[in-house]
């Protein structure tokens, strides 16, 4: 999408510097073959709904295991799984909700359902991490022994192990797909790799040594790792819940888009954001103020589809202005919003 202003050659002081380009290539999006639309939304969907049956299950599983035993570890490591059922579940109806197209009420589309769901997934897993760390100082200070071990090592030991194939399948979605809620789902489930692992070696350590404050102490630990892992997302969520800007690597990716067309003599006003998988990205072009209506539509429209081939699925805005000495010249740093010239592009005076 192009908009024009012919009358308006006024610099906004609300700019900043861009560093010069590199002259090496940079990775753009586009070559992590993302796949079509349709297709991407299917693949989530799928992988949501694996998610989701596959953490039910174990949930059914450990804490039968963890009733039978009284392992305070075990019934942690349960608590947890409950939890990515419940984040299995936003994550299964966001990315739904996030592929459902624009409409008058959401003109930018429905992306940051994702996003949403990411954040509601932080308060789930903090709120799971409060619990075991509850009950297992609780645990400890009863000195209460587990029993059966045996088996509920066994549990432990299978639903690690589930858990390494299912977060590994839910990686390659995400990172093929760039969605959030995705990613979460499996940053949220690699953690249950380490706890499972972790109560599974507990287990085996108490039966040999017959020690019970081993078993509240990794609980502890199953809650701090928890905890921490929920106060990543939480930052990760909010900040693009609050618009915060693409990645330096794809600012910087963009910035070689833009100067590599020797017709466009400036850029300001650049705005590079994401809503769930989907970018947005809208900036002022300054051209030579002699180029005619046509000419200036032509070059915005070109570098449009660079930037859509650069950042697949993009939504662009590109608004054309033309260049005077005065604006060429300012260079104001301020963050998030940025300027960048070419002073040897300049136009005559």
Not at 2 to 29: H, I, K, M, Y
Request: net charge negative; with cysteine; aromatic share 6%.
């Amino acid at each position: 999408m192009t908009q024009f202003n012919t009358t308006d050659p006024v610099a906004s002081p609300e700019s900043g510097t861009l560093r010069p380009p590199s002259s090496a290539p940079r990775p753009s999006p586009s070559s992590r073959q993302n796949p079509p639309a349709h297709t991407a939304a299917h693949i989530k969907t799928a992988a949501a709904c694996l998610s989701l049956l596959v953490s039910a299950f174990l949930v059914v599983l450990k804490m039968g295991a963890g009733l039978l035993s009284g392992s305070v570890s075990v019934l942690s490591d349960a608590l947890d799984s409950g939890v990515d059922v419940l984040a299995a579940t936003l994550a299964f109806f966001s990315v739904r909700a996030a592929e459902a197209p624009a409409d008058t009420r959401h003109p930018y589309g429905h992306g940051k359902a994702e996003n949403l769901a990411a954040a509601l997934q932080a308060l789930l897993i903090f709120a799971a991490a409060g619990t075991i760390i509850y009950q297992a100082y609780r645990r400890l200070v009863s000195n209460a022994l587990p029993e059966h071990l045996g088996l509920t090592a066994g549990v432990m030991g299978v639903s690690a192990i589930i858990h390494l194939v299912v977060t590994r399948h839910l990686w390659r979605v995400a990172a093929a797909t760039e969605s959030p809620a995705l990613a979460a789902d499996a940053r949220h489930l690699s953690t249950n790799i380490l706890t499972a692992t972790g109560v599974f070696l507990g287990l085996l350590l108490i039966e040999f040594t017959g020690q019970a404050w081993i078993d509240p102490v990794i609980g502890l630990v199953v809650g701090g790792f928890i905890f921490k892992m929920g106060w990543d997302l939480s930052r990760e969520a909010i900040g693009h819940l609050m618009d915060q800007r693409l990645p330096e690597e794809e600012i910087a990716l963009l910035r070689d888009v833009l100067d590599a067309e020797p017709r466009v003599l400036g850029y300001h006003r650049v705005r590079a954001r994401r809503a769930g998988s989907q970018r947005h990205i809208d900036l002022h072009l300054l051209v030579d103020p002699e180029m005619s209506l046509r000419a200036a539509h032509e070059l915005a429209e070109e570098v449009e589809d660079r930037i859509r081939a650069a950042f697949p699925g993009v939504l662009v805005v590109t608004h054309v202005e033309p260049a005077t000495d005065e604006e060429l010249a300012v260079e104001v740093s301020e963050p998030g919003i940025w300027k960048g010239v070419r002073r040897e592009s300049r136009p005559p005076s």
